[in-house]
């Protein structure tokens, strides 16, 4: 069987023309082993003749409502199972998805032959949406980000719990989605870039770091300063350059040039007068 971390298909393999549906079986596989968390993880439970998963169980790490107590207040736990059945006529029809723990949820049932189906309101589940997209949707149920307590369309599956919801959940401030306080919180994907930048934020910075080498500190020296503002008083005085003998006769040369192109512009022709 394909591994959990990193599972392989021959998609060109005949079989898979044969029996199409498999293909479907086997990208949900590779997408849900994609698929990074730190508070779900899952095991195959059952899988076809050429060892594609069909049932997976699902393993929930985070804090919800397992039960109540007399006086109605939540019991909660931290591990919560449960079963993806994706045998046929999936994807055709949504997979089938069942509680294997106790859950305390409106829209999923608390007792009798169908204990633990979690609502049927699922029709794009297998059509639409997939696996990986299914186990992140059962999550947000279970951290009550999702749930439906109307008695209204679609329906609740546990009308008892629903009615806990409307009568004493929401009204005593244990959840209320409507504005966004939820059982629990916790991102069900891992982003880690955002955790690396957590993380170098929140780690103390070690004292090494932080010493700063000063500059030496000299003493003050007033002769010294004294002499610097009569330095920086005094305006600066270029040494002239040095002229050799040939440069001399090159400037000479072109004054004279110049001179005579001056005078050769400037000069006025006047005409004679003439004699009456």
């Avoid at 994807?91 to 204990?115: F, R, T």
């Avoid at 090494?208 to 003050?220: D, F, I, R, S």
Wanted: hydrophobic content about 35%; charged content about 25%; proline content about 9%.
């Amino acid at each position: 069987m394909p591994s959990q971390n990193e599972p392989r298909y021959n998609f060109s393999n005949p079989i898979f023309r044969e029996r199409p549906h498999l293909i479907r079986l086997a990208k949900d596989h590779m997408e849900l082993a994609a698929m990074k968390s730190d508070v779900i993880d899952w095991e195959v439970m059952r899988t076809t003749d050429l060892d594609i998963p069909v049932l997976y169980r699902v393993h929930y790490r985070f804090k919800s409502i397992i039960g109540i107590n007399e006086d109605f207040s939540p019991i909660y736990g931290n591990h919560h199972i449960a079963e993806l059945s994706l045998e046929r006529p999936y994807p055709l029809e949504p997979c089938k998805v069942y509680m294997k723990s106790d859950l305390w949820h409106p829209n999923i049932k608390w007792q009798g032959m169908a204990k633990g189906r979690v609502c049927a309101n699922v029709d794009r589940m297998g059509v639409t949406f997939g696996l990986s997209e299914l186990v992140l949707w059962v999550g947000e149920i279970l951290q009550y980000k999702n749930y439906h307590a109307k008695n209204e369309p679609p329906f609740p599956e546990d009308i008892n719990v629903a009615q806990w919801v409307r009568e004493y959940a929401e009204p005593n401030g244990v959840f209320d989605k409507e504005r966004e306080f939820y059982v629990d919180d916790t991102p069900l994907i891992v982003d880690r870039s955002r955790q690396a930048k957590e993380r170098a934020i929140q780690d103390p910075v070690s004292k090494e770091t932080l010493v700063v080498e000063q500059p030496p500190v000299t003493k003050p020296n007033p002769a010294a300063n004294e002499q610097a503002a009569v330095q920086q008083a005094q305006p600066s005085v270029q040494a002239p350059s040095k002229i050799t003998l040939e440069n001399k006769i090159k400037i000479l040369s072109m004054k004279k040039q110049e001179a005579s192109q001056y005078a050769a512009n400037s000069s006025i022709k006047i005409k004679p007068r003439s004699t009456p």
